[in-house]
């Protein structure tokens, strides 16, 4: 299992790659979806990591287990994303690379952080 501090550090890691690499390896010039799709999927994952209720976070809102449904809804449609919006007969494999790399650490975290079990026992 993946301790929810490893996986804040991997939340992070991969929002940024989401958001940089498409515009390194200029996946624009393949289709605006191809591009596109990872950014703003990136951005989720770091707004999402910046608030959930875990060791990395800046506001503790979000319950882990409702963080890991929205990594693996994420990496879904970001492994979908290909055949989704059209541009599979281009390119698929970092979309589907990246989609399967986080449904993996999502499905191998544990559901409740550290935070989690001392915040509960201080407020009740």
Do not use: C
Not at 90 to 114: C, D, F, K, N, Y
Request: glycine letters at 8%; aromatic letters at 8%; charged letters at 10%.
């Amino acid at each position: 299992m993946i301790n929810t501090r490893t996986h804040g550090i991997i939340d992070y890691l991969m929002a940024a790659v989401l958001i940089i690499v498409p515009f390194l390896f200029n996946f624009g010039a393949v289709h605006e979806a191809a591009l596109w799709t990872p950014v703003i999927l990136g951005i989720v994952i770091l707004l999402s990591s910046l608030m959930t209720k875990y060791e990395l976070s800046a506001a503790k809102i979000i319950p882990m287990p409702l963080h890991l449904g929205a990594d693996m809804l994420v990496g879904l449609v970001l492994l979908a994303s290909p055949w989704l919006f059209g541009f599979a007969d281009q390119m698929w494999l970092p979309h589907v690379i990246l989609g399967i790399a986080e449904i993996g650490v999502a499905a191998l975290t544990q559901r409740h952080s550290s935070y989690d079990a001392t915040s509960s026992h201080t407020l009740g």
